[in-house]
C-alpha cells in the first residue's frame, strides 16, 4: 500500500468507528484532476436545496462544477446593499443576516432575515444582474458555496432545462415574500 491509500483507508477506518474528522478523505482513485469527488458532494448538498430540487443529473453536475467554497469569519460582508450582483450564495454550515439600510434615517438598519445551513440568498442578483437590494454578513463563521452569475449563465445557455425547473421555486419565493407584506401591512 502506498502512504496515501493508507491514509484513506485510515480516514475510511475512523469514519466507521465514528472518528474525529467525520468523514474520509477521498481515495486518490476517486479524485481525477478535476476534482470530481468534490462535484459529486457539492451535487449531494445542492439536490437537497429547494431551487435546485428539481434539477437532475448532468444539468444539476454543471453547476456543481462551476461551484466554489467561500469562508467567512464573524461579522465580514459577503456583499453590501447596491453592490454589484456577482452571484449566488448556499450556507454549507453557520449562520448569516440580511441587512436592508433605512433610505429616511441615517444608520438605521432593520435586519430581515437570518440564515441557515440550506438557505440560499442573491437569486434575484443572479437571474437579473441588478445591484444588491440588502447586505448580507457573517454571524460567526460561515461555509458557503458560491455559484458565480457568468458561471450560471453559461449553463443555462448550455442547458435550458435548468431555469424550467427552477421557476416554480422562484415563484414560490415571490409568492412567500407577497404574503408577508400583506401581513405586515
Known sequence: LTLDQQTWELDYVMLLLGGPEGRPTPHPAEQPESGRWAVQQTVEFLSQIDLFKQVKGEALE???????????????????????????????????????????????SAVLSILRQGNSFGE?????????????????????????RAEFLAALEENPEIALRMLPTLAAMVRNADQWVAQTI
Do not use: H, N
Open 62 to 108: 454543471r453547476l456543481a462544477s462551476q461551484i466554489r467554497l467561500v469562508t467567512l469569519s464573524e461579522g465580514e460582508l459577503f456583499f453590501k446593499e447596491e453592490e454589484p450582483a456577482d452571484g449566488f450564495y448556499i450556507i454549507k454550515s453557520g449562520m448569516a443576516k440580511v441587512t436592508k439600510w433605512s433610505t429616511e434615517s441615517e444608520g438605521v
Open 124 to 148: 434575484i442578483g443572479l437571474i437579473d444582474g441588478l445591484p444588491r437590494s440588502a447586505g448580507v454578513s457573517a454571524m460567526g463563521p460561515v461555509e458557503c458555496y458560491f455559484l458565480p
